[in-house]
């Protein structure tokens, strides 16, 4: 009987380590993954792309474990002007003929504050994988009135170098910066 106490107990603690992981996916209609370039130093050029994906997997509900998954279609560009959309999937800059994906995978999150995080990540943009840190803010949870859905509100900001990944190599920082800027805001159900 004893034994069998044991190994109850001992089943019970394997059991209990055993977090049950939230998959949260984007409510597209209601988020964004955008950017900004400034354009002969004296103007901010923006731009989303329209096609995309998010997932966080979270097993704690502060968000503090999550893991984000980001894809984009590079061909979805949008800046509002189709001739320049078109040049930025073009060999001068993003090349989506070759890479027509960009993602970003986190590898590790860290507090800073509350509802604020650091994510580090590899980013794959135009061939190149980099690892990059973000800031993350969970901008709270509520329930959608009209879905009646449990809904968790995320923004994501941080600044890449397009040097990095080797987009607009032909095009100084004069003309544009080497730095961008992102921005994706982002509702998110389970």
Known sequence: MKKISIYLAAALVVL???AVIDNWKV?????RLGFSITHLGISDISGS???FDVTINSAKPDFSDAVLNVTADVTSINTEIEMRDKHLQGEDFFDA???PTLSFKSTGIKSVAKNKFKVTGNLTLHGVTKPVTLDLVHRGTT???MSKAVTNGFQVTGTIKRSDFGIGTNFPAPMLSDEVTLKADGEFIK
């Open 97 to 99: 003929a070759k890479y």
């Open 143 to 145: 329930t959608n009135p």
């Open 27 to 31: 409510d597209k209609g209601h988020s």
């Open 49 to 51: 792309f329209k096609k």
């Open 16 to 18: 209990s380590s055993f």
